[in-house]
């Protein structure tokens, strides 16, 4: 099921089309790579004060869900 997404959005006209918070110019991508080096969701908001935790944690949402579509995302080691 396809969820409908309150804080993301993507506009051809806004930071060439990649996916930002609704009213900003801070790109998703940003955001969760904070969250992949450790910063945490306090931190990530004295940063960005114009983010809430609500937006961090739908762009958490977004990012399982896109990993949930793809197929065989993260190679196979042998």
């Given at each position: 099921?396809?969820?409908?997404?309150?804080?993301?959005?993507?506009?051809?006209?806004?930071?060439?089309?990649?996916?930002?918070?609704?009213?900003?110019?801070?790109?998703?991508?940003?955001?969760?790579?904070?969250?992949?080096?450790?910063?945490?969701?306090?931190?990530?908001?004295?940063?960005?004060?114009?983010?809430n935790k609500e937006m961090i944690l739908?762009?958490?949402?977004?990012?399982?869900?896109?990993?949930?579509?793809?197929?065989?995302?993260?190679?196979?080691?042998t």
């Open positions: 099921m396809e969820r409908k997404y309150k804080w993301i959005m993507i506009n051809p006209n806004v930071c060439h089309g990649k996916p930002v918070f609704k009213g900003t110019r801070v790109l998703v991508a940003d955001v969760l790579e904070m969250i992949a080096s450790g910063m945490s969701i306090e931190e990530i908001l004295e940063e960005y004060p114009q983010l739908e762009a958490i949402a977004l990012a399982a869900e896109l990993l949930r579509r793809e197929r065989r995302v993260i190679p196979i080691s």
